[in-house]
């Protein structure tokens, strides 16, 4: 084996992208904590920022056998940070519920900036890194051992996200407008629902996890969240690319990619991994044995995913 693959590769183009990530959250921490006159954005984006930074650095830098420990630290970090902190502690419903509710009410808020910045307008840089670094629930699905899909992903059940989605919006205009009782921005309310939502988030993906034999079945199928994503993380400027002249096409990416995203069929056609399912984990950059995938920079927009279907 490669002596390389057993230690810590400290070099500069190992931190370019660690070091764009922490200039946007650190640019974007300050210019938000100056206009709004609060120390909280700061800390917050600061925060996130420095943890994200510190992920991606550690996949790059780590030996190829610990690689993905660099994901876990994010995700770790910055997911107990939303739930515990924002959820819990600062009583924000952060579940797609709460921010609709936020909308309705005008009430600007962090739940209603994380979305904003997550789930709507970041995925045009980042895609859906939001997904593999920082989201609570994955952080706890991540932990089943399904971790590479052990079936082909099921056509047309992830319809039952956009159902989810319209179902939610439903219920808060009806219990805004038809019942008049909205939900009081970090009330106890908005925490049982906080509580009552990632209960049943965790209960659910556990489930289809086990049942499915895939850790990620969840977002696959059922989240909401995605609805949001893909509609601007198609022009992500952040993609992954395999360099053809180094692909042998063993198929190993194909294999380990959590998505189930059909990369190989990317190559082909000379185009980046355009699929808005692709989360942005990095997984298949390090166990690809030729070191064909990198992300790059560039702009490109998919229309079709790719994806391996049963
Ligand atoms: S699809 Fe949903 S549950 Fe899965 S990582 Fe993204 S936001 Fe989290
Ligand atoms: S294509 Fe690569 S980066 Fe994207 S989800 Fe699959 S393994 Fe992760």
Not at 93 to 112: D, K, R, Y
Not at 152 to 175: D, E, N, Q, T
Not at 249 to 265: F, Q
Request: proline share 4%; glycine share 6%.
């Amino acid at each position: 084996m490669d002596d390389k693959e057993n230690k810590w590769d400290f070099s500069f183009k190992n931190i370019v992208f660690p070091l764009i990530f922490l200039g946007i959250f650190w640019g974007l921490a300050i210019l938000l904590s100056i206009t709004s006159g609060t120390i909280f954005y700061l800390f917050n984006f600061g925060y996130i920022g420095t943890s994200i930074a510190t992920g991606i650095f550690l996949i790059q830098a780590l030996p190829r056998k610990h690689k993905a420990w660099g994901r876990r630290t994010s995700q770790i970090l910055v997911g107990c940070y939303m739930l515990l902190f924002l959820g819990f502690f600062n009583r924000e419903n952060m579940q797609i519920e709460g921010f609709f509710m936020l909308l309705l009410s005008g009430v600007f808020a962090a739940a209603t900036m994380h979305y904003l910045i997550a789930k709507i307008v970041g995925p045009l840089i980042f895609g859906r890194a939001w997904c593999s670094y920082t989201c609570w629930t994955a952080m706890i699905l991540d932990l089943m051992p399904y971790k590479r899909p052990q079936n082909k992903r099921i056509r047309y059940l992830g319809i039952v996200r956009y159902i989810y989605f319209f179902i939610a919006l439903s219920l808060v205009l009806f219990i805004w407008f038809i019942l008049k009782k909205p939900v009081e921005p970090q009330s106890s309310t908005e925490l049982y629902c906080f509580i009552g939502g990632n209960i049943l988030y965790y209960c659910l993906g556990m489930i289809l996890a086990c049942s499915l034999k895939d850790n990620r079945a969840f977002c696959k199928y059922i989240c909401p969240i995605p609805v949001f994503q893909k509609a601007t993380s198609r022009f992500a400027l952040l993609k992954i690319k395999i360099d053809p002249d180094k692909c042998v096409d063993c198929g190993k990416c194909e294999k380990v990619c959590p998505m189930d995203v059909k990369l190989l069929e990317y190559k082909n056609n000379k185009q980046r991994i355009l699929s808005t399912e692709c989360i942005w984990c990095s997984t298949c950059t390090y166990e690809c044995p030729q070191n064909a995938i990198t992300s790059t920079i560039g702009f490109d927009a998919g229309i079709r995913d790719r994806l391996n279907y049963r």
